[in-house]
């Protein structure tokens, strides 16, 4: 039996502290078999690829994204690059000339913050659209866009647009008019009329973003919140991924998170302590490398930029205003910590300090009452983290989910709002390494740039818009910001001993770039390109720039004799 792959000739920066570079891997059974240098093992292989001198490190993993949210993206209409409400209208005109004249115009990527706050005009959407209705998502997730048409679609279905909704609003004009603009829990009133999505969509949006995952180097991602709440697709959203699966569209490894929503209450025997969990009674852990159950999403607080996480000072310039907890607290341990007992690892979305004080008591309480779940406890993006919090994360093992890429688009914004005492302490890198806390890489893609070199860039310079540096003492190194995207992630969803190095068996995850990013000025991180992706031993993108060369009749002949007895011992020693 020969060996699956031999790549050569290559950079390899393994994340292995024992042998941090190496220049060839050994690949069989879609894990690495043995690393090292060229000599020694190039007539193993009944494959070779010669890299040519690409450095390779192991696949970005993404912890913190939401990719159906995205996929579904790249199939609506394209509000990212607009520069004015005028290209809004265009866009969506364009997209209604080929649909039906009661099909719905779906549009995402939509930002106000770049055109100064500006919304669109129902009226004008009503025009654009020829009197179709039009729904335009925003990118931060936490706010959407109807015309009048859908508006009217609405109230026809017997919902009231002037009621109070719960945690959400729908914004009223000085016309006495909604304006069509539906904030947090409003957005509900949309969903309920268009949602669930039937599961083919969800495969087909799954399919488009895992694709596009591949040519950005990320062979492992962690969504953060399905099958339920605002964030939710469809309640069976679990099944499109595992339909996806079986049909070969997921590209990428998945760890799902599911929302708190979709977590019921179980009956089971009297002393199981199994009360609150999905029909069956699966729970965090189950699956396998490919698709595997993460944790339980649970959301405390709302969002920086909308003034709406929780923070102990109010925020500078809205007097009064701390933001709030998006359920009362006691509720919120009680919910948490009933999905923990029942065995579900949680991830909790805490951005303002007082919220992840919340966060900290309640994933305090649980490991404490409970011990630890099958994966990490995670505490989602923070945005405001006081020393004394991150003391109290790092006695408790608690894996921390900062965006670092949120300070390359939002950092001038989010800084006036938090001031100049509380900046240092916004979406912390360093500071979580100096006291040994598990730092992944992560993006929450589409609400933000997802590409890993670019995510790693920001990791190291921490520039806002406007190039000034937001909190400096946090910046980390390159080699850091890449051990984030690997190891850290690895780590931060249970994954520490199969993925995030290349060593032997690890999975043969791997990316080839055309530069190493760690010996590159920091300005030149996100202009390293991504030449080719491999995952589990098959190179998924990229495969044309490196073609297989099978064996000559000379190795072939070499592997027979009794000289490769190395070989057969490497084999006999991880082949199963
Ligand atoms: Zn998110």
């Known amino acids: 039996m020969l060996v699956d792959l031999l790549i050569r000739n290559a950079h390899i920066l393994t994340q292995d502290p024992s042998r941090p570079v190496a220049e060839s891997l050994l690949i069989h059974d879609g894990k690495i078999l043995d690393v090292g240098p060229d000599a020694g093992v190039a007539a193993l292989a009944a494959r070779t690829i010669d890299a040519e001198g690409a450095t390779i490190v192991p696949g970005f993993n993404d912890v913190h994204a939401h990719s159906v949210w995205f996929g579904l993206g790249l199939m609506e209409a394209g509000l990212g690059a607009v520069k004015n409400l005028e290209d809004v209208y265009d866009v969506i005109g364009n997209a209604a000339v080929s649909l039906g004249t009661d099909e719905w115009v779906v549009a995402s990527g939509f930002s106000p913050l770049l055109l100064d706050g500006e919304q669109p005009d129902r009226d004008r959407l009503d025009a654009a659209a020829g009197g179709r209705p039009v729904w335009i998502k925003h990118s931060s997730g936490h706010a959407c866009t109807l015309n009048g048409v859908a508006l009217a679609l609405i109230e026809a279905e017997g919902a009231d647009l002037r009621a109070e909704v719960d945690g959400g609003a729908v914004v009223m004009g000085p016309d006495g008019r909604p304006t069509g603009l539906l904030e947090e829990n409003a957005m509900r009133l949309v969903q309920d009329l268009l949602l669930p999505y039937p599961l083919e969509t969800i495969e087909r949006a799954l399919d488009l973003a895992t694709t596009h995952y591949l040519s950005e180097g990320i062979t492992s991602v962690t969504d953060a919140g399905i099958a339920g709440g605002w964030i939710g697709h469809s309640p069976q959203e679990f099944a499109a991924y595992q339909n996806a699966k079986d049909k070969g569209l997921l590209s990428v490894r998945m760890q799902p998170m599911v929302v708190l929503d979709a977590l019921r209450p179980l009956?089971?025997?009297?002393?199981?302590?199994?009360?609150?969990?999905?029909?069956?009674?699966?729970?965090?852990?189950?699956?396998?490398?490919?698709?595997?159950?993460?944790?339980?999403?649970?959301?405390?607080?709302?969002?920086?930029?909308?003034?709406?996480?929780?923070?102990?000072?109010?925020?500078?310039?809205?007097?009064?205003?701390?933001?709030?907890?998006?359920?009362?607290?006691?509720?919120?341990?009680?919910?948490?910590?009933?999905?923990?007992?029942?065995?579900w690892a949680v991830a909790m979305?805490?951005?303002?300090?007082?919220?992840?004080?919340?966060?900290?008591?309640?994933?305090?309480?649980?490991?404490?009452?409970?011990?630890?779940?099958?994966?990490?406890?995670?505490?989602?993006?923070?945005?405001?983290?006081?020393?004394?919090?991150?003391?109290?994360?790092?006695?408790?093992?608690?894996?921390?989910?900062?965006?670092?890429?949120?300070?390359?688009?939002?950092?001038?914004?989010?800084?006036?709002?938090?001031?100049?005492?509380?900046?240092?302490?916004?979406?912390?890198?360093?500071?979580?390494?100096?006291?040994?806390?598990?730092?992944?890489?992560?993006?929450?893609?589409?609400?933000?740039?997802?590409?890993?070199?670019?995510?790693?860039?920001?990791?190291?310079?921490?520039?806002?818009?406007?190039?000034?540096?937001?909190?400096?003492?946090?910046?980390?190194t390159a080699a850091e910001a890449l051990a984030a995207y690997t190891t850290g992630s690895a780590a931060a969803t249970g994954a520490e001993g199969i993925k995030g190095r290349l060593s032997p068996g690890y999975l043969a995850d791997l990316v080839f770039l055309d530069q190493d990013p760690t010996t590159v000025k920091s300005s030149a991180i996100g202009a390293t390109q991504v030449l080719a992706t491999m995952v589990g031993g098959d190179l998924r993108w990229g495969a044309d720039k490196y073609p297989l060369q099978t064996p000559t009749e000379e190795s072939e002949s070499a592997l027979s004799t009794p000289a490769s007895t190395e070989y057969a011992a490497l084999t006999a020693k991880e082949t199963p």
């Open 349 to 476: 979305h805490a951005i303002g300090d007082h919220a992840i004080d919340h966060a900290i008591d309640i994933l305090t309480e649980a490991q404490e009452t409970f011990g630890l779940n099958a994966l990490p406890n995670r505490i989602e993006h923070g945005g405001v983290v006081r020393p004394d919090q991150l003391d109290r994360i790092a006695a408790a093992g608690i894996v921390l989910v900062p965006q670092p890429h949120f300070i390359t688009e939002f950092g001038d914004g989010m800084a006036r709002l938090l001031g100049p005492k509380r900046t240092p302490w916004s979406y912390p890198g360093k500071s979580l390494l100096d006291r040994g806390v598990v730092l992944p890489g992560s993006s929450d893609r589409p609400v933000s740039n997802g590409r890993p070199l670019d995510v790693m860039q920001s990791f190291v310079e921490r520039l806002t818009p406007s190039g000034e540096v937001y909190g400096p003492a946090e910046r980390i």
């Open 267 to 343: 009956q089971g025997h009297a002393t199981d302590a199994v009360t609150k969990g999905l029909d069956t009674g699966i729970r965090t852990g189950l699956g396998d490398d490919w698709l595997r159950l993460g944790p339980v999403k649970i959301f405390s607080d709302g969002s920086l930029l909308g003034s709406t996480a929780y923070v102990t000072e109010e925020y500078v310039g809205c007097t009064h205003n701390h933001g709030y907890l998006q359920m009362d607290a006691d509720k919120l341990r009680d919910a948490a910590l009933k999905a923990y007992s029942s065995g």
